[in-house]
């Protein structure tokens, strides 16, 4: 589009908050943008002399637009990313995230419940977050239960119902944990208070509440009530603790962003953190596809809004590789040493790591793939193994066992080249006796399919064994005897070499070392591999504790875990003397374990 064929429309354009559209020749959408004033920032791409190539390119591929007018500026944001994710433009920057974050939640009630949820409702309740490291969620929420007294319970708490008296205190009340506003021991006011100070402490605010303990404590010691001050001051300790560990840097660097960037000739990679008292309270990293060749200053200029949009910040200032384009006023600094230039290269390490990890998981063609990709990806493994369909159902087994002892097995599911970890399944064997991998398998695949049979569930395009020929047949068998032949293909992957065995064929298939197709089966190996590894540590462990034990004649189930809980481990058990185990067990007891312990280690 022209400036003369812009300035014909110009006039039309709205000057109200909203999204616009840019379409090409072909009447697709290659771009979506929000705007406070969509006439001002519509007219800025044809009213100046673009800086970036790709901007002068998406002018020049502009046919037509079209515009929706919004009521906020956060339903533009909504509006755009729901219509970027649905046609995926050509000149949007994409930042390769699809997830959804948690947020903590304070409901919008008398006496607000606060829980994780990724669910966001217009119900007037506040939303904090999103936070997209959910271990960090978890641990601000324990260190919640330890110091602010909000209540867990889910009690539709109204004054009217308090002042009815349906409620009573629970243990919560009774260990400090609440102070039950359901049996008005806490005011509306004092509450509302309280749960100010969770806002402030996920703003990494701590302060406020620090001097509330402490004057708290002080006057449950001038009254003498030293068991609840003592309460107080194990809180105190707690934020004490907890601030130690989050601080990072000097505690006067509050309300700071730090975003760094690393690219390579195809692909960018941004990470973002946000400073409040000098500690991290998010950290994110996405990564971006430079299909232009967009320079550094073009890929801040369009990520940084994006990313405070996401993370809801609104810092006042940011730390940043050069200084940019941005469509708010920001203090915009390029560290060069002290407190802020650590903080950078700590966001410039999280990039590298972040980076690392996106090379490597390319190199096995096992990136971020669209839907398209994946389908290109299947297409080359049915033509690589002459499949009769398309495998997006594929199931893979292997089994593992410990000298002979605790026979398990393991199996994944993939659906469109992607694990689908809700049908992983994990399996004792029940029928074979020692170490006899083919007979194992035999059981695991019969197991497997006569229930999938039995309810009726779908068969995969592609089954495949983890071993040779051995376990290939082993596996044939049960699938013979489900009369599942023809129904799906069966294939044995042999271990290390990466050989390929089909049914009843003397010589294996060797598929292209750097293919996409192996790269997906060994995926899928390696996968059921992590767990089965997993599931076997675990069973082995439980056996040892069994063996240990349990299987001392006259010493049952519940004597050996009353042991356990007690001293906390087996090797805590074999050192304890004969009085020490009579605390626990009784003097009768006590004896057998010692005597079976003693017995068992002179035998060693």
Known sequence: MTKDEFSLIYPSIPTQAGVYRYFNEDDKIIYVGKAKNLKKRVGSYFNKNQAYYKTKRLVEDIIRMEFTIVDTEQDAL???????????????????DDRSYPYIVIKNEEFPRIFLTRRLIKDGSTYLGPYTAVHQV???????????PIRSCNLSLTEKSIAQGKFKECLEYHIGNCKAPCVGLQSRTDYAWHVNQVKEVFQ?????????????MMQYAEK?????????????????????????????????DVCSLIMTDKLAVINYMIIVQGSITQTHSVRIDRRFEERDVEILSEAIPQLRDRLKSYSKEIILPVVCELPFDIVQTVPRLGDK??????????????????????????????????????LELQQSLNLKEL?????????SNFQGAYPVAAMVCFRQAMPSKKEYRHYHVKTVVGANDFASMKEIVYRRYARVLAEKGDIPQLIIIDGGKGQLGAAMESIRALNLIGKTTVVGLAKNVEEIFFPGDKDSLKLGFQSAALNLVKRVRDEVHRFGITFHRQTRSKGIVKNELETIEGIGEKTAHQ???????????????????????????????????SAASSLK
Not at 246 to 252: G, L, Q, T, W
Not at 363 to 377: P, R, S, V
Not at 577 to 587: C, D, F, K, Q
């Open 391 to 399: 495998p997006v159902h594929i199931e893979c087994f292997d089994n």
């Open 138 to 148: 978890r641990s601000l929420f324990a260190f919640l239960k330890q110091t602010i």
């Open 204 to 216: 990494g605010k701590l302060g406020e509440i620090t001097k509330y303990y402490r004057q708290e």
């Open 224 to 256: 003498l009530e030293f068991e609840k001050a003592e309460i107080v001051k194990q809180k105190l300790e707690f934020i004490a603790n907890y601030q130690s560990k989050s601080i990072v840097v000097n505690p006067k660097i509050d309300h700071v």
């Open 78 to 96: 909504l509006l755009e990313n729901s219509l970027i994710k649905q046609y995926q433009p050509k000149y949007n920057l994409m930042l390769k």
């Open 563 to 597: 042991l356990l809980r007690h001293f906390k481990s087996v090797a805590k058990v074999k050192k304890a003397n004969v009085s020490e185990l009579a605390e626990v067990i009784g003097p009768s007891k006590a004896s057998i374990v010692h005597a079976a312990l």
């Open 341 to 378: 230039k650590k903080l950078f290269e700590l966001s410039e390490q999280n990039a590298q790591l972040f980076l690392k990890d996106i090379l490597r998981k390319d190199a096995l063609q096992l990136g971020d793939l669209n839907d398209e990709q994946n389908q290109q990806l299947l």
